[in-house]
């Protein structure tokens, strides 16, 4: 994975999301793997994931990417 930067903007998006992204992640990451909380939930995890923000993060690191690639 290359170094990419991200523009003001795209920074913007990351600081905001990615806290409690992470959180939420590692939290969720300790109760699959102590069965506190069971696979079959995993459906549920990745909708929470998804209103916490993760497709804006994913979208952020493909356009940083892209840019990238683009300016070789």
Do not use: N
């Amino acid at each position: 994975m290359p170094t990419v930067w991200f523009t003001e903007d795209q920074q913007d998006v990351i600081d905001e999301l990615w806290t409690p992204l992470e959180d939420y992640v590692k939290q969720m990451e300790a109760k699959f793997i102590t069965g506190a909380t069971p696979l079959s939930d995993y459906d549920a995890f990745v909708e929470e994931l998804r209103k916490l923000g993760a497709e804006e993060v994913q979208q952020v690191y493909q356009d940083a990417t892209a840019a990238y690639f683009a300016a070789q």
